[in-house]
Nanobody, 117 residues
Framework: VQLQASGGGSVQPGGSLRLSCAAS????????MSWHRQTPGKERELVASLTPGDRRDYADSVKGRFTISRDNAKNTVYLQMNSLQPEDTAVYYC????????????WGQGTLVTVSS
């Protein structure tokens, strides 16, 4: 499985961005898809996840502002980020983990999101 993330960029506080993560195959039926982020000197943190059964979970810091979704026809998962704040600045990574065989764990390359005035 290969994951290709895109959509990062620079935005002012209060702005929006949509990240995309294109998977190389049809994996959404048996993989948990998620977005994580990391800033220098800190551990990577889970931002949002989406299970094959459509359960969505979010970090407390992004609840109400970020939305994870997917397009099965395009094999793409999205992270819509609204009301962005400087503390959302990070490299964002998408991840796919098999929901049974959890050693099957794949990462896309990071995409940088910078929120600054």
């Amino acid at each position: 499985v290969q994951l290709q993330a895109s959509g990062g960029g620079s935005v002012q506080p209060g702005g929006s961005l949509r990240l995309s993560c294109a998977a190389s195959g049809r994996i959404f039926s048996d993989h948990i898809m998620s977005w994580h982020r990391q800033t220098p000197g800190k551990e990577r943190e889970l931002v949002a996840s989406l299970t094959p059964g459509d359960r969505r979970d979010y970090a407390d810091s992004v609840k109400g502002r970020f939305t994870i979704s997917r397009d099965n026809a395009k094999n793409t998962v999205y992270l819509q980020m609204n009301s962005l704040q400087p503390e959302d600045t990070a490299v964002y990574y998408c991840n796919a983990k098999h929901d049974l065989f959890t050693s099957l764990d794949y990462w896309g390359q990071g995409t940088l999101v910078t929120v600054s005035s």
